[in-house]
């Protein structure tokens, strides 16, 4: 399992080095893009209240990030390419089946948090309608990421049941990882149709997989490659200024590692936390997404479903709502 999960990562690299090498003489340009993005996802809104059962996300994408240091580590980029850069800040909750028990679900999911950043870069060739993302994950899993009280509040608030086992979550540990994503468009009809291929790999102490999938998107929408879904002022000339379209994407993944089910990889000592023998090594993911943009701004509305991620577990399913703006 192991080689297949480095092995993807390896490829992901050699398609890079390859494509740079074939013409030294291109360059590459920044985008001015400035974009700044927000998402929650939870399911309440299916009436369900466990597994993945809130999260977030922020995102800034500025020309100004590429002269962090980060990018020295992010590997070689597409000869040609338009390249955004970007940090996410990403925070995402986990419990149990019942989070009314005050004491350990054993066979059930361990509650589990974390907060971290993706510091990444995209590369996007348009002539062979190639995008690849690489990303550096930094942050921190356990109590410190603050998810028993913002689940208890948002309960509070809600007038839903009180979380009563947060005490038992997987305890503090180091976020620390590497990502690579390469997206391929594989059919286009004009801008109302689009199908893309897409491979991934991530190691890390917080999740280590390898995935394959596709995107189908219909509607009027700006193509995948090139643009992170909306576009600055300079960069939204000629283009349609309003968006509306639906989305299918689904994807599989071999699993090597996950922390918020088997506890981070330096401290051991957690409360509860599931064997190696009852990971489910193969995960099936798709999402539906319907969006409505207009010049600057975009925004989405998502369900997402999931297979089951362990032994004796059930599947998911939740809602994620989103906003990005240029500026």
């Avoid at 209240?49 to 990018?71: A, E, F, I």
């Avoid at 309608?129 to 990303?135: G, K, L």
């Avoid at 010049?295 to 297979?307: K, Q």
Wanted: charged letters at 15%.
């Amino acid at each position: 399992m192991m080689r297949c999960l480095l092995g993807l990562i390896m490829l992901l690299g050699l398609n890079s080095l390859a494509a740079s090498a074939q013409s030294p003489m291109d360059s590459t340009r920044v985008s001015s893009d400035r974009l700044l993005g927000y998402s929650f996802a939870n399911d309440a809104f299916l009436r369900t209240d466990y597994y993945y059962t809130q999260g977030m996300t922020l995102l800034l994408v500025s020309p100004g990030l590429r002269h962090s240091p980060v990018n020295r580590i992010l590997g070689p980029v597409l000869v040609g390419s338009t390249l955004h850069h970007g940090i996410r800040l990403h925070y995402d909750g986990f419990t149990p089946l019942r989070i009314q028990d005050p004491f350990i679900r054993l066979g059930d999911r361990p509650y589990a948090s974390y907060i971290y950043a993706d510091l990444f870069r995209v590369a996007s060739q348009s002539a062979r309608r190639r995008r690849m993302t690489t990303a550096l994950n930094v942050g921190i899993l356990g109590p410190v990421a603050g998810a028993k009280g913002f689940q208890t509040k948002f309960h509070e608030l809600l007038g839903a049941p009180t979380p009563r086992g947060w005490d038992y979550q997987v305890q503090t540990d180091v976020v620390l990882g590497y990502e690579g994503r390469i997206e391929q468009q594989l059919l286009a009809l004009g801008h109302v149709a689009e199908l893309n291929g897409v491979a991934s790999a991530s190691l890390g102490t917080l999740q280590t997989y390898a995935g394959a999938g596709a995107t189908l998107r219909l509607g009027q929408r700006t193509a995948t490659v090139g643009s992170l879904g909306v576009n600055s002022k300079a960069g939204r000339a000629g283009q349609p200024r309003l968006q509306a379209y639906g989305e299918v994407q689904a994807e599989g993944r071999l699993v090597g590692y996950n922390a918020t089910l088997q506890g981070g990889l330096l401290n051991r000592r957690n409360p509860y936390v599931l064997p190696a023998s009852a990971i489910r090594r193969t995960v099936v993911t798709s999402t539906g997404t319907v969006g409505l943009g207009y010049a600057g701004l975009r925004l989405e509305a998502s369900l997402t479903w999931i297979s089951p991620e362990f032994t004796g577990s059930r599947t998911h399913r939740w809602n994620t709502l989103g906003i990005l703006v240029a500026f």
